[in-house]
């Protein structure tokens, strides 16, 4: 069972989040916080897996409780639930520790999808910002010529540079003319020849290994 803290200023937020969490069995909604202090509080009776962090709160924002909650307590996941989608709101909750990063207009199954994916040790970014987290990293990383042991094929690569560009899924499928399923088997393929299990830790090594370039 995965044990879920939720921390939103919003009660109806809190309310409508525990019903959708709790629709799934293998979920636990162990209480809500309104701020970060309150959660810091919680944290420490109820040890919950996964913090689902809103950003924009009085008295302690999200930020600043993720930074808090990571020094403290390393074992627990953060997954951040916003409205927000500004650069510096997702940079920051980066930096400060968070796992993922999810705008409250997704749907309720993704959502869920991210918690246990999160909780498993994988990291979440809505596909809405992922483009501009990435934008981000690739500025700190020199481009590579691509490593000699990753093989992807032309279609493969054309997928990964959708993906690094932040589309979902059924973007790439619209972008390209292949059906969701194909997509989903390319990703399959592309994820097992970067030995990786997301979509964040696939696009960083790309990155990284020069295998696709986003300035040009």
């Not at 930020?63 to 020094?71: G, L, M, N, P, S």
């Not at 990435?134 to 094929?153: C, E, F, G, K």
């Not at 299990?197 to 696009?203: E, F, I, K, L, P």
Request: charged share 25%; hydrophobic share 40%.
């Amino acid at each position: 069972m995965i044990k879920v803290l939720i921390c939103d200023d919003q009660e109806i937020v809190c309310e409508g989040l525990r019903r959708i969490l709790e629709s799934d069995d293998e979920i636990s909604v162990l209480g809500s916080a309104h701020n970060g202090i309150e959660a810091l509080e919680q944290i420490e009776k109820a040890k919950p897996d996964l913090v689902l962090m809103d950003l924009k709160m009085p008295d302690m924002n999200g930020v600043i409780a993720t930074r808090k909650i990571r020094e403290k307590h390393p074992d627990i996941s953060i997954l951040i639930l916003t409205t927000f989608d500004d650069d510096e709101w997702l940079f920051d909750a980066i930096r400060s520790g968070a796992s993922g990063y999810l705008l409250k207009d997704r749907p309720r199954g993704e959502l869920i999808s991210a918690i246990k994916g999160t909780v498993r040790g994988g990291s979440y970014v809505d596909p809405a910002v992922a483009g501009k987290l990435l934008n981000n990293i690739v500025q700190s990383i020199p481009q590579r010529t691509p490593s000699v042991d990753i093989s992807l094929s032309d279609r493969e690569l054309e997928v990964l540079r959708l993906l690094a560009m932040g589309l979902s899924n059924a973007d790439i499928s619209r972008r390209l003319y292949l059906s969701e399923g194909t997509i989903r088997n390319y990703m399959s393929g592309i994820f097992s020849k970067l030995n990786v299990s997301d979509r964040t830790q696939a696009v960083v090594i790309a990155l990284r290994e020069g295998l696709v370039n986003l300035n040009g």
